[in-house]
């Protein structure tokens, strides 16, 4: 390779002339000097520098290259520079640390782990044998619910981490295709949810007398809900067929939660109750709110309710046998709908038009968030997030430690009843049958458009809707119109619909 270099000269012969410019060329491939002098001389420079400690020798050498020119340092750069690379990873392998080689590539991402394939037969080798395909997809699977989510409906979870006895490991190959095949179903995922398409499934509640579902929650194996008709009925998720029937409240169901133990339920008959989650049997009812209990949530040991009579209750848990009550909170001035905390706040919210804020530790009065113009019916809460729904058809998002509005969704025409929102999505269902699905990320960009913000809206209820709770893969809600639906957005298949919406008639129906 030729390197360049333009230096300046001036014409010595002619007093008068212009200085001008030349480019001079200079092959690192030169001729070398071989007079004997040289020679000589050079075999001397040697002896002495092979005598010197190596700290004189560095020095010498940057003496050396403070007295060269500027292409003479672009000689030697380029001299150097091979002798400067290394490439480990075939290197490390040839010492006995194949293991080293292999965890340096484990930390890339796919596009990168790609690349390096291509790099050398070595390379590849390398990430063959370690797997490293494998390990990749286990470092998602352990990090993010999403990739765990498929991993266990896709049913390949079984070809992860150590196998299970007399189960052969799966060859690298693999997982090298099943990368691109989860990421083409999140890529589905995400479109689904974008343009609407789904799966639905149908639970008649078939209620004899009050017909309504006014509040669920759901794992992979049930779905809990709470009935106008004062029962709570547990629904298998396979099939679909009601399980178990607890009843006990003599009002209608309006709010429960469960975990791995109990079932803790609130009624318009203003009791809480609490339910042993595997037998259905009632354990505890708790007497203190003197009208409605309207919502509830329990966590680590600390249950919170509110109610129509304005009050907020905290309650220490110590056993399903024993919940006592640790602090009353006052100071809404109308019914509190819905309450939420963590180990920092409680958060309340009021048909008084009001979030009210307070320390979890203390129950102490912290701040009100004001905005909404009618009353709040429902709200969510975590990390700094607030985001609620009101009477005003509106959805607002509040910074909990400045109290802030940080936007505001408008679209649904009718009292909005209940919302969830994770770190990518909002789900908001109203009093007008629909559910709407909103953009996280971008009502938190003030930069962007608010006509952008809605991706979706769902219309399959034909009464209000009560509640809902979603994730990653689907949404599930309940309405006054005596049903659960179920929105699958994984396992929706085009030729279903060519409009993209599966219609109701077609559905699994109980």
Request: charged share 25%; with cysteine.
């Amino acid at each position: 390779m030729m390197k360049m270099e333009t230096d300046k000269m001036d014409e010595t012969n002619n007093s008068n002339a212009q200085p001008f410019t030349t480019t001079m060329l200079y092959d690192p491939v030169r001729k070398k000097d071989s007079s004997p002098t040289y020679q000589t001389e050079r075999e001397l420079c040697f002896q002495y520098f092979t005598q010197w400690n190596e700290a004189s020798q560095v020095d010498f050498v940057e003496q050396l290259l403070s007295r060269m020119c500027h292409y003479q340092h672009g000689q030697i750069n380029a001299y150097l520079k091979p002798m400067l690379q290394r490439d480990f990873i075939t290197l490390l392998p040839k010492k006995g640390l194949d293991h080293i080689a292999e965890n340096i590539l484990s930390y890339l991402d796919a596009e990168s782990l790609k690349s390096a394939e291509l790099v050398c037969k070595e390379w590849l080798r390398v990430i063959s044998e370690g797997q490293l395909w494998k390990k990749l997809i286990e470092r998602k699977v352990r990090t993010d619910s999403l990739w765990r989510g498929l991993a266990e409906r896709r049913n390949w979870m079984q070809f992860l981490f150590k196998p299970r006895p007399g189960q052969t490991q799966r060859p690298h190959s693999f997982h090298r295709e099943l990368f691109p095949k989860i990421m083409n179903d999140i890529d589905s995922i995400e479109n689904n949810w974008r343009t609407g398409r789904h799966m639905l499934r149908r639970i008649n509640c078939r209620s004899e007398n009050s017909k309504g579902v006014y509040c669920l929650q759901y794992d992979d194996g049930k779905i809990v809900s709470g009935l106008r008709d004062n029962t709570i009925k547990i629904w298998d998720r396979t099939d679909l067929q009601c399980v178990k029937t607890l009843m006990g409240h003599t009002g209608s169901v309006l709010c429960l939660q469960y975990d791995d133990k109990v079932i803790i339920s609130g009624s318009s008959d203003s009791t809480v109750r609490v339910w042993d989650v595997n037998t259905g049997e009632m354990v505890n009812t708790l007497i203190h709110h003197c009208e409605a209990v309207l919502h509830l949530r329990f966590n680590n040991g600390m249950m919170v309710t509110c109610s129509k009579d304005r009050s907020i209750a905290v309650w220490d848990m110590t056993s399903p046998s024993e919940i006592t009550l640790r602090r009353v909170l006052v100071g809404h001035r109308a019914a509190v709908n819905v309450v939420d905390f963590d180990e920092k706040y409680i958060v309340s919210a009021s048909g008084d038009r009001t979030i009210k804020v307070w320390s979890t530790s203390s129950c102490e009065f912290v701040r009100t968030l004001n905005g909404h113009k009618r009353g709040i019916a429902c709200l969510q809460y975590r990390d700094r997030l607030v985001v609620s729904g009101s009477s005003d058809n509106s959805i607002r998002l509040w910074d909990i430690e400045c109290g802030a509005c940080l936007r505001v969704l408008e679209g649904h025409e009718e009292l909005v009843r209940c919302i969830r929102f994770d770190t990518k999505r909002i789900v908001s269902g109203a009093y007008d049958g629909k559910i709407k699905v909103w953009d996280l990320v971008a009502a938190l960009d003030p930069r962007a458009a608010s006509n952008t913000l809605c991706l979706n809206t769902l219309v399959e209820h034909t009464g209000r809707v009560f509640r809902l709770q979603f994730d990653e893969f689907q949404i599930v809600s309940s309405s006054h119109d005596d049903t659960i639906l179920i929105w699958d957005f994984l396992n929706f298949t085009p030729n279903e619909n060519k409009t993209g919406r599966t219609p109701s008639p077609a559905l699994m129906e109980h």
